[in-house]
């Protein structure tokens, strides 16, 4: 069953002179617990397209549906708490808080999720994903005291932490060296392997072709959105 739906969806950015057409017409169907990439050059509509699944940007015309319902049908509350409770999203720049401890700054996203659990069973459940991550002797150490991969390790740990259905990654292993991107990616390929949805935006072609399927764009159109990885 289709998990996120696209049809004829075009996002369309207004400019003085001439407006900039950043997806085209974009017909896409993703299944629940698929592990998918999307590749294409810069400003192709790699991350307009990330964004707009995860609920971030609207999509000018066309239709988006989350799971069976139409998103343009929800007030911002309701998609606000959709997003909050549905989505984990990984960017490539860690976006971690420098003065918290890896363990706060895990357990901070439970105030964006608009989770109502105590402090000591976040703090409980947060130690359980950083440990799932490879961190558990990280606890208290700080973000400047990490490696690229422990940093992004730690960012994968918070997006998990509402337990969403769906994964969106902006460039996950775009910082990274060879090793700590395929330790990055072997992770996401686990949360897939577990049920999720994991969606990867990505440049790297060796690393897209690991996945399930690739989606490829180009000037904010699919040019092929059945490719299936060897």
């Given at each position: 069953?289709?998990?996120?739906?696209?049809?004829?969806?075009?996002?369309?950015?207004?400019?003085?002179?001439?407006?900039?057409?950043?997806?085209?017409?974009?017909?896409?169907?993703?299944?629940?617990?698929?592990?998918?990439?999307?590749?294409g050059s810069s400003g192709?509509?790699?991350?307009?397209?990330?964004?707009?699944?995860?609920?971030?940007?609207?999509?000018?015309?066309?239709?988006?549906?989350?799971?069976?319902?139409?998103?343009?049908?929800?007030?911002?509350?309701?998609?606000?708490?959709?997003?909050?409770?549905?989505?984990g999203f990984v960017f490539?720049?860690?976006?971690?808080?420098?003065?918290?401890?890896?363990?706060?700054?895990?357990?901070?996203?439970?105030?964006?999720?608009?989770?109502?659990?105590?402090?000591?069973?976040?703090?409980?459940?947060?130690?359980?994903?950083?440990?799932?991550?490879?961190?558990?002797?990280?606890?208290?150490?700080?973000p400047r005291e990490l490696?690229?991969?422990?940093?992004?390790?730690?960012?994968?740990?918070?997006?998990?932490?509402?337990?969403?259905?769906?994964?969106?990654?902006?460039?996950?292993?775009?910082?990274?060296?060879?090793?700590?991107?395929?330790?990055?990616?072997?992770?996401?390929?686990?949360?897939?392997?577990?049920?999720?949805?994991?969606?990867?935006?990505?440049?790297?072609?060796?690393?897209?072709?690991?996945?399930?399927?690739?989606?490829?764009?180009?000037?904010?159109?699919?040019?092929?959105?059945?490719?299936?990885?060897?």
């Amino acid at each position: 069953m289709s998990l996120l739906k696209l049809d004829q969806v075009a996002k369309i950015y207004p400019m003085p002179g001439e407006d900039v057409h950043a997806l085209r017409q974009i017909t896409l169907e993703i299944d629940a617990g698929e592990c998918v990439s999307i590749v294409g050059s810069s400003g192709s509509g790699k991350t307009t397209l990330l964004y707009l699944l995860g609920l971030l940007t609207d999509p000018s015309r066309g239709e988006y549906r989350f799971d069976g319902a139409a998103v343009e049908d929800l007030g911002d509350r309701e998609r606000s708490a959709l997003r909050g409770r549905e989505i984990g999203f990984v960017f490539q720049s860690f976006h971690l808080l420098p003065q918290l401890s890896v363990l706060d700054n895990v357990r901070l996203a439970a105030r964006y999720a608009g989770l109502g659990e105590g402090v000591g069973a976040l703090q409980a459940r947060s130690r359980k994903l950083l440990e799932k991550v490879g961190l558990a002797h990280r606890l208290q150490h700080r973000p400047r005291e990490l490696s690229g991969g422990e940093m992004q390790r730690v960012a994968i740990a918070r997006a998990l932490l509402s337990e969403p259905s769906v994964i969106l990654a902006d460039e996950p292993t775009g910082n990274l060296d060879d090793t700590n991107g395929d330790r990055v990616f072997g992770l996401l390929q686990e949360l897939s392997d577990d049920g999720k949805t994991v969606v990867i935006v990505t440049h790297d072609l060796a690393l897209a072709s690991k996945t399930g399927r690739m989606i490829s764009l180009k000037d904010g159109e699919v040019v092929d959105g059945s490719l299936t990885a060897a």
